[in-house]
């Protein structure tokens, strides 16, 4: 599947039109050539480090590292772990990989300690790298990753899986030494990171350990984007190690296809999608029938999930 290109103004809601098309005309202008990312990976070396005096806690620990782990960064405003991400981690859990959590809220709940194997409560900065990063650093440190058949790294701003998983991260298993779920050539071609795989070659490398040696927990939100997101695939690749997507892109748009062409990427086999496409809609996508249209394409995902948690 092919769309033609900026056919996803189609797609704008037609009562509020005239912001989101300047806003899409923007972004879209600025991403020619990445010369916009460039520009952001300039700036991004000019910035103030996070003051943060507050350490990681490990509430729960693992007995042992398995041989195939996925890590969760997790963030709630109110502290709390949604039926949609409660639904997300028995997904993960039953397609047989160990999980670890990692949260930026103020807490995890105690009645929700089971549904992982390890749990680790950081500051809130640095986001999802930090989270990660903070999860590499007290358990997976380079003895441990050696043992590793697959690491997965993922987070909460998505819905899903939309289904079993299982399928999904065998794929990425053996697809190449890095691997993301979709790419984007929103700011400059990149790597999306709400799902990103690593296999033995990549896990062990010297690559690895510098690529984590940033500071990521210490980071304010575009440097962690520039240094972190949009460097990924491009450093991975420089450093030698295959790089590819399990979802190709479907457009030539300079634009996140998975807000405007959510249904089509479904279809073309992404167990996800994103969820500040119902909670705050930056590009006022149509969304008058997403809950017919998300179960006539899956009808076994529970469409109500999405709908206490954006809109409850």
């Not at 070659?201 to 510098?210: V, Y």
């Not at 990521?216 to 450093?235: A, D, N």
């Not at 930056?282 to 998300?294: S, V």
Request: aromatic content about 12%; hydrophobic content about 40%; overall charge positive.
């Amino acid at each position: 599947m092919t769309l033609p290109a900026f056919s996803h103004l189609s797609r704008i809601n037609a009562k509020s039109p005239v912001k989101s098309a300047i806003r899409d005309a923007f972004i879209r202008c600025v991403s020619i050539g990445g010369v916009a990312g460039s520009l952001m990976t300039l700036g991004a070396r000019i910035w103030r480090p996070v003051d943060m005096t507050d350490q990681p806690v490990v509430l729960k620990q693992p007995a042992e590292i398995q041989p195939r782990v996925i890590v969760y960064a997790h963030f709630d405003a109110t502290g709390q772990v949604s039926d949609a991400d409660t639904s997300a981690l028995r997904c993960y859990r039953d397609a047989g990989y160990q999980l670890i959590v990692v949260t930026t809220s103020s807490g995890w709940p105690n009645d929700k300690l089971e549904l992982a194997d390890a749990v680790i409560v950081r500051p809130n900065a640095g986001f999802d790298f930090g989270s990660w990063q903070t999860a590499i650093k007290i358990l997976l440190p380079i003895e441990k990753r050696r043992s590793l058949d697959h690491l997965v790294l993922v987070n909460n701003s998505m819905y899903g899986p939309l289904w079993p998983i299982a399928d999904f991260l065998a794929r990425a298993r053996e697809r190449a030494n890095v691997v993301s779920a979709t790419k984007s050539r929103e700011w400059r071609p990149h790597f999306q990171s709400f799902f990103l795989s690593f296999d033995p070659t990549a896990l062990t490398s010297d690559s690895f350990d510098a690529y984590w040696a940033q500071n990521f927990s210490y980071m304010t939100k575009w440097p962690v984007i520039v240094q972190g997101e949009l460097r990924w695939e491009r450093y991975f690749r420089q450093s030698g190690f295959s790089a590819e997507s399990l979802i190709p892109l479907q457009t030539r748009i300079r634009r996140a296809e998975f807000t405007f062409f959510w249904d089509d990427l479904i279809r073309s086999g992404l167990p996800y999608v994103k969820k500040s496409l119902f909670k705050q809609n930056y590009d006022k996508i149509d969304l008058k029938h997403w809950k017919e249209q998300l179960s006539s394409i899956v009808p076994s995902y529970d469409v109500s999930l999405i709908e206490r948690d954006a809109f409850g």
